[in-house]
């Protein structure tokens, strides 16, 4: 069936302009909500705190006064939806919940600030801007008074920032959209993720040890960028290092500090792990007894190797590439070692697989592995037409010649049967320093960004709209 006309680019160009101040408006109600998940306060109808369901209520507001029939789901989500000539669906899903605000902002966190072609704004990048655009997508083809082929249905999340419960609820009593993409991530289009694999080192007891306490890393999916030691040894007799400094912590401790460089788990290449550089400066320094060595020597097999060579469980395959693993923290609890491990994995091995390597390699010293969080790899046919009509809708509109590819992080995509996530972020353009990233200070996203975005969905509703699904 014929969707796109010859007229789609006049189109859509003149209806951004005409609607970006209302697109506008409509971003600034939802970043002004400051959405973050509060437990304490959750209540019926509320199940994420007061903050998502203020959210999710000015969304499906804005979604109403669109024209689209909006169900709010028991306060985990709701949805809008435009009703096809067949019920065959097609899904949409942002998310209306943000991380706290942090320190370091020099602009108001919950309200949207326009500089030099910039919103700045908690939320303008993740999700609240993408969401909208895309929103606003949908109802250009509304407004174009023309019934589409297939249902769509746009999904708002209200707790995408934590634990998914919104989409665990949701799938209790909705069915899986044909096929669904999520705008929370990056173009072109990423048709599949990496498998996570999480797991708790724990080493048997250490008596009479010359570590006194170690703690490391701030997130178990995070390159750790700190790591602190004390330990029994005279900080005047202890060697300079580069990354190091030693501090006396009285006369008969010294205090250890590692700088690393922290990363995301799914990237660690662009990290330096601070717990490697501790446990390399205790164990080159002889400051650890015999049991406390053993262990160190094992957990420095887990850290120095980003690509699981040095614990056997590296691998790879021609969709993800390789495995990528990291410490991401490290502490001491009633005498022993705790170290997390993070694991993204490809299809050529599997959470028993990994499981039963690292405890070949742990048991033998005494320590205990105990997996702690599974999820099998996503991924969906990257020559499927679904895929193959996204990736053209974004390399029509900017002229661009870029493929479809997989990452180790996660998204919603995941989460249902078929999808993929689909812009908004362009990594390849930089920004001004002053523009910060999303999750960080100062998160904003280019109004040109924007409106191309808003273009390339358009023009993807239409591709996908004209596929025999």
Known sequence: MKIIDSDFHT??????????????ADITSLVKIPSVEDLDKAETGAPFGPGPRAALTEALSIAKRMG??????????????LPGAHETQLGIIGHVDVVPDGPGWHFPPYNVTEKDGYLIGRGTLDDKGPLMVCLYALKFWK??????????????????ETDLMDVEHYRKTYTDPEFLFTPDAEFPVCYGEKGGFNANITSKPITDGVIAEFTGGAATNAVPGEAIALVHANADELPASDGITVTCENDTCARIHAQGKSAHASTPESGKSAIAMLVNYLLENNLCNEVEREFLETDKKLLDHTDGSGVGIATHDDYFGPLTVVGGTIKMDNNRFIQTLDSRFPTSTDGDKLLAQLRKVFEPIGATVENTMLLPPFLTDPNSPEIQALSEAF??????????????????????????SFGVEMPWIENPDWVGSMHGPDEGISIQQLKTAWKIYALAFGKLCELDL
């Open 11 to 24: 189109k859509i160009d003149a209806y951004i302009e005409e609607n970006w101040d209302a697109c506008l």
């Open 68 to 81: 689209f029939a909006t169900t709010d789901v028991e306060g985990y989500a709701g949805f809008a939806e």
């Open 143 to 160: 407004d174009q008074g023309k019934q589409l082929p297939y249902t769509f249905r746009f999904i708002f999340g209200a707790n995408e």
């Open 395 to 420: 390399n029509t509109i900017t002229g661009e010649d870029r493929k479809p590819f997989t990452i180790g992080g996660g998204t919603y995509a995941r989460e249902f049967k078929r999808g993929a």
